[in-house]
């Protein structure tokens, strides 16, 4: 049983993901697909990428991951597959692939090219269903990647805007001295929680941190080890099932709460 | 590995859904089952019909799809299944299997009736998860049509109002002339665009071709190749992945900026 | 094949619910992954009881259940898998597994303590990923409970506010007389039907009988067999697919028209 997961921004409310997936098992039906998401904003390359690189580890080895949010679609932007150590990348070339790429070691990159590999009518407006998973497909069944088109030497990057230690040791981790980190929200979830961009490396001080949120409205919270933490409806920092810092209020949105937004500043200070 | 599809209007919020696959589950194991859509709007026979009729011809051959939106169940309409050459459809005989059955070989139809394939109880609201799909989970494991009921020589067909070349050469197709060819909206989807009655045969004129939606709203727009061939935020008519004419805003919803509803006449033009 | 079913407040629109499933396949690449729900609303433990003791009965024995409606991740609740006749239940012991296990068999309790079956790295915020999913995934792989930690003798029961048949015969059923049922609205579903905890031993009176919901707007109507014994827009009450009485409106919305909430009294009157 080979895995084949899917990414995109087609929403489930219409027939477009369950064409897909019969596209996929016309081609391979021993395949086993899974939705990691279909409710991406239409076109947020941002949103999907992170998408993937949050959940893309915890899949075994060998699966075929496809991304599919693509604004670009039938204008000249490149499809690409990528071989990493874990699995296989399928997706336009637009940055929707490139955060789970990070972290990952690629083998190689090539172009899809070969229509012999696609549905035999290829529209203009759905290379979903007619590029991308069939290609998948056949992935998913073993045809090496140098079949699909010529090998390419990078893929577009999308920026991940790093957070910075602005004040006190930045070389040493924790050790002492107050500190300062600045980051930004880089993913709000259903639950309102808005996940920063602020990793473990820079997030782990001790008693007494804070953090804060420079939204629509300033909010202020301890950081802790769960939402419970604090009382419901308060706002809580904690390090997130993503290992990045997340500001969330318990039993509630924080990010209807205090009307934060992708993008907003958030400050992270120790005082040790 | 035999493949089962879901088409039905039962949402995904409640466990309706997961019940379904339950029971085939039960009765077969092995079953891949794929859900196509569940968001049809409550008893919108037609809407069923077009997402079953789009995307089933991406399945593999031998998937039994069984689609349920069923505004009459528990009263005397008919259960149905029929055999093609590309697989087998069940549902009620409402119309909802008509359009996917229309461009299909039929080889039999049969009424649901023999209550061995059922659940043991069979409640009188909910024949999705008592009868359609046991009796679908049980074809779907090699059980021959003819044990389930008695004989059909015909279904309920929902009316599909086919679009017509009003001006120009009726019998060739883009010989030359000006033309004009009236049809209308008959599905949204979900990014808002609206998807036309206008087949290919009547919407490949040459360059300078438009296209008239006289909805709400007036609206004019360019016949393109994709929606990425107009500005953000600008209408294009494109030829669909449904192979069908639709109006689409590149970077937002057509529906929403222009006021479409399905019924709207639609106009394409020609002059060549 | 074993399979395994999924009931949370995670939603689908982040990686959540993807992610989980990327665990149970990397443990147990043969499992079949099945949704109950995923939008129960957040932190409503009665729904997502209501849900798992709806659907489960209709799945195959030995299939493995995980409920993660799970407010107090992080905290000192404690995290338990059950064994019965029919299959195993995983989830956190906060009752949310409690009502579907009343009408089971219960034939071992264990703790989740032995973290060999968890994720190597578990966070405080994401026990469906790290904790209850690997879990049942060794199960579905025919692992011991007796592995995962100590035995228990009681889980935490989610109380059920039983239906009282207030005037009538109450040891008799439906032996004649007039008689009264009091119950309330215990879940309302998507297409606004209030179901109640009214079952089908206090329900099933001759002809005649009315329902009553003492809500926002006061609500009487006929028990009838199917929605469509009246007329589209008007209320009926009748056994639902879930065995239980539920106050609908033909092709329309009770919750919605009459104002019902979760909690509303509801009186069953016969006068035979």
Known sequence: MSTITLTTDFGTRDWFVGTMKGVVLAINPRASIVDIAHEI??????AGAFALMA?????????VHVAVVDPGVGSQRRAIAVQT???????????????????ERIQLIRQLENARYFLKSVSRTF???DVFVPVAAHLSRGLPLSRLGR?????????????????????????????????????IDRFGNAITNIGPELSSPGKGA???????RRLRCPLADFY??????????????SELL?????????????????GDTVVLRAKL
């Open 55 to 63: 959940s893309c580890p915890h899949f075994p080895r060998g699966t």
């Open 85 to 103: 150590a874990n699995g296989i990348f399928v997706g336009p070339d637009n940055g929707v692939l490139s955060w789970a790429l990070a972290r």
């Open 151 to 187: 090998k390419l030497e990078d893929i577009v990057q999308l920026p991940w805007v790093g957070a910075n230690r602005v004040k006190g040791n930045r070389d040493r981790k924790n050790t002492g001295g107050p500190f300062e980190v600045r980051g930004e929200v880089v993913y």
């Open 127 to 129: 290379h979903g269903r």
């Open 41 to 46: 904003p239409q076109g947020d390359i941002r």
């Open 210 to 216: 804070t953090c804060e949120v420079l939204g629509t």
């Open 228 to 241: 419970a933490a604090v009382a419901a409806g308060h706002p809580v920092a904690v390090i997130g099932s």
């Open 246 to 262: 997340e500001v969330a209020v318990n039993c509630g949105s924080a990010a209807r709460k205090f009307g934060i937004r992708v």
